[in-house]
T-cell receptor
Framework: DGGITQSPKYLFRKEGQNVTLSCEQN?????MYWYRQDPGQGLRLIYY???????QKGDIAEGYSVSREKKESFPLTVTSAQKNPTAFYLC????????????FGSGTQLSVL | QQPVQSPQAVILREGEDAVINCSSS?????VHWYRQKHGEAPVFLMI?????EQKGHDKISASFNEKKQQSSLYLTASQLSYSGTYFC?????????FGGGTRVLVKP
């Protein structure tokens, strides 16, 4: 079955540590996205990518980095510069950037130790 | 800038109707609607691509007023399964940004 896989489901970060969240899709979608969701809040866009080897900052990119070396993969690194990283992180993909529906992964809950 | 949704929360009895509004200060190419159940990923409901276009999903429908940059989601004869948080997403310049969400609770 096609879909988006995020791992791990739960992740803990120590102070000063970088952590990487994985996102893989086998839907052959060109566009991929990372969103952050805080309790009771909406989805805020961190980074998005429309094509391999290219990505753009979203609304809250500071303290995060991404790469898009393969069409199927769009990992997100939460760096030590992100001072408030505790949140639910959702990865999504779509056929094209703005006119097709988003398919979401099941999310990663990141907490600070 | 994120789209603005209202109301923030609504409580319904089964069978009642509700309207959720979404407005944007930016010109939008399309409007998306998603529903998220507690602890789960958001699930796509519908996209509206043209001004004035209305679409439906079961007894959930939506409209898009391109002139006013506003969209409304209509929950008709609500069912228990309609409970969740509804998000509108506005697409402009290849970027999809979401509103803050509207929590809907349907009670028996």
């Amino acid at each position: 079955d096609g879909g988006i896989t995020q791992s791990p489901k739960y992740l803990f970060r120590k102070e000063g540590q970088n952590v990487t969240l994985s996102c893989e899709q086998n839907l052959n979608h060109d566009a991929m996205y990372w969103y952050r969701q805080d309790p009771g809040q909406g989805l805020r866009l961190i980074y998005y990518s429309q094509i391999v080897n290219d990505f753009q900052k979203g609304d809250i990119a500071e303290g995060y980095s991404v790469s898009r070396e393969k069409k199927e993969s769009f990992p997100l690194t939460v760096t030590s510069a992100q001072k408030n990283p505790t949140a639910f992180y959702l990865c999504a993909s779509s056929i094209v950037a703005d006119t097709s529906k988003l398919f979401f992964g099941s999310g990663t809950q990141l907490s600070v130790l | 800038q994120q789209p603005v949704q209202s109301p923030q929360a609504v409580i319904l009895r089964e069978g009642e109707d509700a309207v959720i509004n979404c407005s944007s200060s930016k010109a939008l190419y399309s409007v998306h609607w998603y529903r998220q159940k507690h602890g789960e990923a958001p699930v796509f409901l519908m996209i509206l691509l043209k001004g004035g276009e209305q679409k439906g999903h079961d007894k959930i429908s939506a409209s898009f007023n391109e002139k006013k940059q506003q969209s409304s989601l209509y929950l008709t004869a609500s069912q228990l399964s309609y409970s969740g948080t509804y998000f509108c997403g506005g697409a402009a310049g290849n970027k999809l940004t979401f509103g803050g969400g509207t929590r809907v609770l349907v009670k028996p």
